[in-house]
T-cell receptor
Framework: GAGVSQSPSNKVTEKGKDVELRCDPISGHTALYWYRQSLGQGLEFLIYFQGNSAPDKSGLPSDRFSAERTGGSVSTLTIQRTQQEDSAVYLC??????????????FGDGTRLSIL | AQKVTQAQTEISVVEKEDVTLDCVYETRDTTYYLFWYKQPPSGELVFLIRRNSFDEQNEISGRYSWNFQKSTSSFNFTITASQVVDSAVYFCALNAGNNRKLIWGLGTSLAVNP
């Protein structure tokens, strides 16, 4: 596809379950970001991958959150033992160039996560 | 500390009015970059502009214009002759120094009514 693809679009799960969110960046984009957007709030940075460099995990809110990027392309954000406060829209973005942060970020449609 | 403030939470205008969205930033770095993104109701954030700290020229793109003033640490965004399709949440963001992430404002929700 031409844009950043995220799946699933919506995820409803029970408190305590683990969830995996997937992001397919634009082909050739070396930088990939995960953000969290709660209702009516701005974007909360979670994690940033740039090429083969060690990811910047400084935004992950707890050790229940982790992310990986395989082969420099697809990324998976995993939330273990979900809590109700994890309910939010999780956005993925990718950008071209190094450092990716200085390039326009292209966003996916997001995954709306609801924890019951 | 780095910070972006968008003081206007919500703005409502009537179509064809001009509207300015304010963005005030804080950083001690001399090299920094400022961004504006648009998030329409569909949800997907769209890049609008990037400006670096060494270029204070104002920029115009169609009905959109940006006023960058280092003296007041502001990077305001004006929409001329607003249209209903401009209705969205607009975010201002900052990257400064060696920071590898953007600092985002909380956004301004713009409603353009017919």
């Amino acid at each position: 596809g031409a844009g950043v693809s995220q799946s699933p679009s919506n995820k409803v799960t029970e408190k305590g379950k683990d969830v995996e969110l997937r992001c397919d960046p634009i082909s050739g984009h070396t930088a990939l970001y995960w953000y969290r957007q709660s209702l009516g709030q701005g974007l909360e940075f979670l994690i940033y991958f740039q090429g083969n460099s060690a990811p910047d995990k400084s935004g992950l809110p707890s050790d229940r959150f982790s992310a990986e990027r395989t082969g420099g392309s697809v990324s998976t954000l995993t939330i273990q033992r979900t809590q109700q406060e994890d309910s939010a829209v999780y956005l993925c973005a990718s950008s071209l160039g190094t450092p990716g942060i200085l390039w326009p970020q292209h966003f996916g449609d997001g995954t709306r996560l609801s924890i019951l | 500390a780095q910070k972006v403030t968008q003081a206007q939470t919500e703005i409502s205008v009537v179509e064809k009015e001009d509207v300015t969205l304010d963005c005030v930033y804080e950083t001690r770095d001399t090299t920094y970059y400022l961004f504006w993104y648009k998030q329409p109701p569909s949800g997907e954030l769209v890049f609008l502009i990037r400006r670096n700290s060494f270029d204070e020229q104002n920029e115009i793109s169609g009905r959109y214009s940006w006023n960058f003033q280092k003296s007041t640490s502001s990077f305001n965004f004006t929409i001329t002759a607003s249209q209903v399709v401009d209705s969205a949440v607009y975010f201002c963001a900052l990257n400064a120094g060696n920071n590898r992430k953007l600092i985002w404002g909380l956004g301004t929700s713009l409603a353009v009514n017919p």
